[in-house]
Antibody, heavy 119, light 107 residues
Framework: QVQLQQSGAELVKPGTSVKLSCKAS????????MNWIKQTTGQGLEWIGI????????SYNVKFKGKATLTVDKSSSTAFMQLSSLTPEDSAVYYC????????????WGQGVMVTVSS | DIQMTQSPASLSASLEEIVTITCQAS??????LAWYQQKPGKSPQLLIY???SLADGVPSRFSGSRSGTQYSLKISRLQVEDPGIYYC?????????FGSGTKLEIK
């Protein structure tokens, strides 16, 4: 069965970076795009961007360009998102979510990872 | 960006009652609309895609409809396991955008 296993909660200091992971299993990793979504109480759900694991091609929400960098490691079927120059406004739960082949909908989601930015 | 205006923000209904949640798109998005349910501490779960198609494993009491740029999610007979926050999501154009959510409770 399709599973997306995300890394554990992070407590990080302002100005630093963090790299989140999302390990996929139960399907062909390179045949399905991977999305990243931010969830906060104040802003709700925000789509950060999408990566094609097969080609490495990416598309970002303009709001997150320069903040988020999406990559993959095909050998381990893992997607990554690096968040840079962290501020308290980056504190949120971050999800990875798969788009099925040839479709846009987000059909399977990771369990989410809480990132807290605090000094 | 396409704005998705979701209503109501919260809703309290009795068991077996019919519940309807709506999303209004700021422009034509065709059938590029999905609905999700999120329970506390969990990730969103896909209910409806393509505005009207039921996702695998989702009970048939959930249904989606479209009238122009207004989209609706209907729960035909509210069950005890249905409380949560419901979100719409448009996939017509990037960036994908979500509605603000509807918190559904049992009365």
């Amino acid at each position: 069965q399709v599973q997306l296993q995300q890394s554990g909660a992070e407590l990080v200091k302002p100005g630093t970076s963090v790299k989140l992971s999302c390990k996929a299993s139960g399907y062909t990793f390179t045949s399905n795009h991977m999305n990243w979504i931010k969830q906060t109480t104040g802003q709700g759900l925000e789509w950060i961007g999408i990566i094609n694991p097969g080609s490495g091609g990416t598309s970002y929400n303009v709001k997150f360009k320069g903040k988020a960098t999406l990559t993959v490691d095909k050998s381990s079927s893992t997607a990554f998102m690096q968040l840079s120059s962290l501020t308290p406004e980056d504190s949120a739960v971050y999800y990875c979510a798969r788009s099925p082949r040839g479709d846009w909908r987000l059909d399977y989601w990771g369990q989410g990872v809480m990132v807290t930015v605090s000094s | 960006d396409i704005q998705m205006t979701q209503s109501p923000a919260s809703l309290s209904a009795s068991l077996e009652e019919i519940v309807t949640i709506t999303c209004q798109a700021s422009q034509d998005i065709g059938n590029w609309l999905a609905w999700y349910q999120q329970k506390p501490g969990k990730s969103p779960q896909l209910l409806i895609y393509g505005a009207t198609s039921l996702a695998d494993g989702v009970p048939s009491r959930f249904s989606g409809s479209r009238s122009g740029t207004q989209y609706s999610l209907k729960i035909s007979r509210l069950q005890v396991e249905d409380p949560g926050i419901y979100y719409c999501l448009q996939g017509y154009s990037a960036p994908l955008t979500f509605g603000s959510g509807t918190k559904l409770e049992i009365k």
